[in-house]
């Protein structure tokens, strides 16, 4: 791999910052994007000490203008971007009766406009190329539902459904786009709805659901991604991988 450039959204933390990470090992320019410019910082120095490149790239997801920014900057430091990982996240738990209309917008603005901003902001580079891949995160949820979720479930339900739409449009120019869709992984998330141990409580019973006895790891999503980013993988395009301990079959 020579060269190429990789765009990691929400990647200051957790699995976007262990997916820049491997892509950066993998060989890949990578792109670490995010609206905590400390953290950012934070990661694309510690991928510089291991022995890689990447840059950081602020801007929020939701916000045409700003994904429009951070696209054109990659594009200026780096070159145009090669692979795509959609990953910029935004939770909000409560039921819908209780869901305002600031927070459902909030969510689906990050989640799934923002998958729609960057996608639609990088393709242009790689039909030109004649070379790309789009990774679009989803999550367990979308496809089995959660309750006080419905905003998240509605956001991940609609990249599936993006991914498959787009994923006929940049075949014929050498582009795939793929979902990958993890179930519960180990990662520090703060609890969106109760205290710190009312969610521990809630990650243990989660935990408890799954056939392999374990959450996932952060390095088992992205050895997928890393996967799905490869030249080996220019046969696959329009799919969804799911990464989820076998809880759903």
Same mark, same amino acid.
């Given at each position: 791999?020579?060269?190429?450039?990789?765009?990691?959204?929400?990647?200051?933390?957790?699995? !976007? +910052?262990?997916? $820049?990470?491997?892509? $950066?090992? &993998?060989?890949?320019?990578?792109?670490? #994007?995010?609206? #905590?410019?400390?953290?950012?910082?934070?990661?694309?120095?510690? @991928?510089?000490?291991?022995?890689?490149?990447?840059?950081?790239?602020?801007?929020?997801?939701?916000?045409?203008?700003?994904? +429009?920014?951070?696209?054109?900057?990659?594009?200026?430091? $780096?070159?145009?971007? *090669?692979?795509?990982? #959609?990953n910029a996240g935004l939770r909000h738990a409560g039921p819908?009766?209780?869901?305002?209309?600031?927070?459902?917008?909030?969510?689906?603005?990050?989640?799934?406009?923002?998958?729609?901003?960057?996608?639609?902001?990088?393709?242009? &580079?790689?039909? +030109?190329?004649?070379? !790309?891949?789009?990774?679009?995160?989803?999550?367990?949820? !979308?496809?089995?539902?959660?309750?006080?979720?419905s905003a998240l479930v509605t956001a991940k339900s609609g @990249?599936?459904?993006? =991914?498959? *739409?787009?994923?006929?449009?940049?075949?014929?120019?050498?582009?795939?786009? #793929?979902?990958?869709?993890?179930?519960?992984?180990?990662? &520090?998330? $703060?609890?969106?709805?109760?205290?710190?141990?009312?969610?521990?409580?809630?990650?243990?019973?989660? =935990?408890?659901?799954?056939?392999?006895?374990?959450?996932g790891r952060v390095e088992e999503v992205a050895a997928l991604?890393?996967?799905?980013?490869?030249?080996?993988?220019?046969?696959? =395009? !329009?799919?969804?991988?799911?990464?989820?301990?076998?809880?759903?079959?």
């Amino acid at each position: 791999m020579t060269e190429r450039v990789a765009l990691v959204t929400g990647a200051t933390r957790n699995l !976007g +910052e262990g997916m $820049a990470r491997r892509l $950066a090992a &993998d060989g890949f320019v990578v792109a670490v #994007n995010g609206r #905590n410019a400390d953290a950012g910082r934070a990661v694309v120095a510690d @991928i510089v000490d291991a022995g890689g490149r990447a840059l950081w790239v602020p801007g929020d997801a939701s916000v045409e203008s700003e994904v +429009e920014a951070a696209v054109a900057q990659v594009r200026a430091e $780096a070159g145009p971007v *090669a692979a795509l990982v #959609n990953n910029a996240g935004l939770r909000h738990a409560g039921p819908i009766t209780e869901t305002s209309l600031a927070d459902w917008q909030r969510v689906l603005g990050t989640v799934l406009t923002g998958t729609f901003l960057f996608t639609r902001a990088v393709l242009p &580079d790689m039909y +030109e190329a004649g070379w !790309g891949r789009v990774i679009n995160l989803a999550g367990v949820s !979308g496809q089995m539902g959660a309750a006080d979720r419905s905003a998240l479930v509605t956001a991940k339900s609609g @990249i599936i459904g993006f =991914t498959k *739409a787009v994923s006929l449009e940049a075949a014929p120019h050498g582009v795939t786009v #793929n979902t990958v869709s993890p179930a519960l992984i180990d990662t &520090d998330r $703060a609890p969106v709805a109760g205290d710190a141990a009312g969610a521990a409580e809630d990650y243990r019973a989660l =935990t408890a659901q799954l056939p392999v006895g374990r959450p996932g790891r952060v390095e088992e999503v992205a050895a997928l991604v890393s996967f799905l980013c490869s030249d080996d993988a220019g046969y696959i =395009t !329009g799919q969804l991988y799911a990464i989820n301990g076998g809880i759903l079959r």
